[in-house]
């Protein structure tokens, strides 16, 4: 934390503020300068609420150093993450796939749960390709309460059924703490959607299943509000979150949302936590989906969610953003040849 | 619903558009132009996903035409829509304060409940000055999870203490659907805050209560998506929404927020509900707070939410942002002098 | 300046930014704490590029401390800047006009300059409103090249003639220095647009000049950036600098631009200088204008840029936003009241 | 063109509106609804503001259907454009490179010419890498007037003397008209920064000239309005433009600019015209620019702006984006890999 004082702050306001630091069990170091005193701080900074500095006589600006997350950052655990998924047939719990640096993880399925029957082939469908794990929401966050809002537990049902009878793996998302328990019992990974990423007592009741946590980036949260969510889940036990990066609120309006793939280097710096990429909702259109899925690989991500739906144009929701299965076959081939030549290994 | 075909369409993709859109149930009403067909589209749109359509050979873009906000728009309810707050303390429930454009609303408060004292401290000050609705958090989102997150039921206890006692009126943050009926209770206006507008399980929750909801804006949300949030609880059947603007996200760094009051006359030209606006969060900065208040009164707002607080400096959260009593009071006199301009009266 | 090191930073990695740091003929001032050490750095940092520091090993981060601006700082500067404007028929220059805090100036007209007609009424109209300076482009930004770009330097001389003629002070645009001469000889001010906020060529052309320059705030830039761009002007020895604050983009839809009004306070608590509002252009939409017009009073702005033309729905650029002639008079009529409430005087 | 009425709107109001369509020599296409009226027209709709039909009775807003760009769409010019950039030395002008969909172009060299020795190494290392193209400003745009503004006509004469040399050709910046006729003897691409993306006179100017132009996309430019840039000089007579996203500003503040990979997508749908990206500014870190330039080419792009300087670390300017020469053959190495894997070529 460092205290900037004004050009003409006074040897009394900067005593002021030597003395309220001090009051906070801080250390004040006074740094004068040619124009103006700078104050460092050193002690337990984030137990305080800085900008009541800020308002004291003399002081110009209150600037923050030390990053808020620990648990979340590669400067407290150094090495990468690698979350297991396992088996949900096998007795022993086998691993399934593993979620990080080393592969590239394919998470594909429809927006939502519509009947067994598409579920069933999707997830035929996806096992053949060798995809070990597969999206589909039976909860449906949606803008308008006029539209379409999933199949709620019987849309759980239909999941559970079909992942003991393949042995895919299911990721689904969980909207609120009352269908906690539920999801958590046919989920493989618990996603938490972009809206609420900064449900606080969501990524509470999360942080206590022994679950896998899918943290999408809030539309507009900044990288570290981000790694800040995912602290929220790990302070409480949970230390398996995989961050997607989904696609944030900009002016700009040729896509549904700005897919921000130059998050991906400084996730990788400043965190060790896996980040996948969701070009579906990033762009909201079919045809812009296999350029951004090959480019999240190209700049380091560890996988992809992708939509994909039998029959895209009969969807209940989200069918323009979806690729049917020829389209993803296509998607597919490329991946592999742009992984091969990157090293890594399609999952 | 109108459909842009290509310029260079051919018949027979003009012809698939139409079938399609037969096939939905809805009536195609071709227009072909000198350079391109359009194709309007009347009936039920609603029901439909339009983007399905967009991904059909020789369709260039699909324009969503209605509103989908129905309960919300002033098209539907032109009048302008009060809200009644009836006094803690009588035993008829007599009207205590209405929300709506001919008033001027004052809510004001500390950011969180502390401790009995100061809470009591505050709600007299303000009873005092003829402010007759209390805002102070027993439940707090923040941003980190090792921050001050509020006393919790201890804090709603101390609420409904000081309402019995001092007959003010209480506004309160509701975070989960855990807690709805504890603070159901104790507020005579139930908050949702910023980072839970898009939190639908919560909104159906604050549907099926007989309190009033403010509804703050969402950090980057349009206004029809908030609009459509407001929605979700008028559709559950609870018609009292009062919208809160607080300041939105964007690249502008002097301010914590962009606090957009441009947004309230297209609100007021949409929709029959009424708006505050919280200056507090929008600016974080308690020099900037009374400056903010008087231009959203003078911009149309129909009140404000303003943080106070005894002791800012001393404040366990958001200090930096609150006034004093003497602010308070300064900024009241401005308010009044100004309202008087206005032809209208404080509340 | 203020170079952060990683918590798990090298002795040596210290020492070689301490290093670096003297080598730029700075002075550096360690600060080891519990996790990680900060490193002060005072002397003239304005000359170096941070950026190199940060990029040595073990270097987490680097601060800026001290603003980059001077002359247009308050720090610099403490009081009010005032900015006159002569009379253009006066023989001995009287001043006419005075922009400032003390008063809240109105600068009225037109979009574009249409022909001499639409002028001469718009100019009598104002005068005899005892507004003095009006507001008409005779070179226009266009989004198109199909658009009507203006009247050019036949604009300007129709400019000249009623400017001559009515003693009105004219405000008006100059796109590049190719025709600064042309726009020197006839304007009272001299408007920079939006778009040219970081024309850096033009902004020295006008440095030159001894006109006050109105210097719209571009885009989508930050106070600071704003702020440089008016250290350009003076730099060059031109300190009649006049801000102007004309909405900024972000994602919000409900209007043209996201007109800023906060960042009014910041203005005035970081700089001396004079700033306006644009409601015409912030909203783009006639009825919006007047409560943000009211609103940039409140907040503490030091005028206005209104559009205004005899018949709006005819006119050939920007029609949609302008107030007719009975619209102005309903506008100031309430400015009135407003500015007497709170002790300012319309000029 | 639509035209959508309120709902309660009168057949009076839809009659007057249909009257005014006519009135703007257009023909309008009522087309009743079970709610509301729309109103379609055709004929030549650029010509009109519609702002203005907004603002009759009864009308609840307008919609424009067409885009207002003709030469810069792929709808008036399906194939795609090559730009043949031609080789200094050769007498007959023999072509050197062509920038677009079949090969990636890489243009690279340090952010400003500093001296010839420099520009000297930097032109002999590219060319013995087969890199055709070499960047370097001597007109710098920056945001501090104190800050180095580069070399100006002296740096052209470095460059025309390297260039003439080595044969390498040469993109530089033109900041304003009066060095137009300089900057366009020496180079072989004119680069339009991103802040004069919208200086019009500026692009009427290089719309004049024989040779090609990269324009920068603004920083805050919707891709309609970049390529409404693009269409000023295309209507000017100059065809050859080559677009270059840089980073767009928004909220995120995890790298210098948002780079916006996912309108390469859009811009390869909408328009004929190549694309490159610059990831050094876009990300402003060089840690940052080897897998947003491996992204680009994932995503379609046809070339990068790379920022190479002989030492970084001394650069005058963003030394801390530019890769050394080490980091360069690196990055190099796989690019190649990765175009092959894409079966493209790089150039």
């Not at 993880?105 to 390709?129: D, H, K, Q």
């Not at 609120?249 to 896996?274: A, E, W």
């Not at 259109?285 to 190209?298: F, G, T």
Request: charged share 25%; net charge neutral; hydrophobic share 40%.
């Amino acid at each position: 934390m460092l205290v900037v004082m004004q050009s003409h702050a006074t040897p009394d306001e900067v005593a002021q503020v030597l003395e309220a630091i001090k009051h906070m069990n801080l250390t004040p170091h006074p740094m004068p300068g040619a124009t103006r005193t700078a104050i460092g701080i050193t002690g337990n900074v984030g137990a305080v609420d800085p900008r009541t500095l800020e308002v004291l006589p003399g002081v110009m600006e209150l600037i923050r150093v030390t990053k808020p997350y620990k648990l979340a950052s590669r400067e407290m655990h150094e090495e990468d993450t690698y979350i297991e998924i396992r088996n949900p047939k096998s007795e022993i719990r086998k691993v399934q796939t593993i979620i990080g640096p080393k592969t590239f993880t394919l998470i594909a399925g429809p927006c939502s749960v519509e009947n067994e029957a598409m579920i069933s082939r999707t997830a035929e469908f996806l096992s053949e390709r060798g995809v070990r794990l597969m999206r589909a929401g039976a909860f449906k966050p949606r803008s308008s309460p006029y539209a379409f809002q999933g199949l709620g537990l019987g849309g759980l049902e239909i999941l559970s059924k079909v992942r003991r009878r393949t042995g895919i793996g299911i990721v689904t998302e969980l909207m609120d703490t009352d269908n906690a328990d539920a999801v958590e019992e046919v989920a493989d990974i618990i996603q938490i959607g972009t809206r609420n990423m900064q449900n606080f007592s969501l990524l509470r009741r999360v942080a206590k299943s022994g679950k896998p946590v899918l943290l999408k980036r809030g539309m507009s949260a900044t990288l570290e509000e981000w790694l800040m969510a995912a602290e929220y889940v790990m302070a409480g036990g949970n230390y398996n979150v995989v961050l997607c990066e989904r696609g944030v609120r900009t002016f700009s309006d040729h896509s549904r949302n700005t897919l921000d793939l130059s998050v991906i280097p400084p996730v990788k710096h400043l965190s060790h936590l896996p980040i996948l990429v969701d070009p579906s909702h990033g762009t909201g259109k079919r045809d812009y989906v296999a350029p951004m899925a090959l480019a999240s690989l190209a700049a380091g991500a560890d996988g992809l969610l992708i939509e994909v739906h039998p029959e895209p144009n009969q969807a209940l929701s989200d069918g323009a953003q979806s690729l049917d299965f020829a389209g993803f076959d296509r998607l597919l081939e490329s991946l592999k040849r742009l992984a091969e030549a990157l090293g890594r290994a399609i999952n």
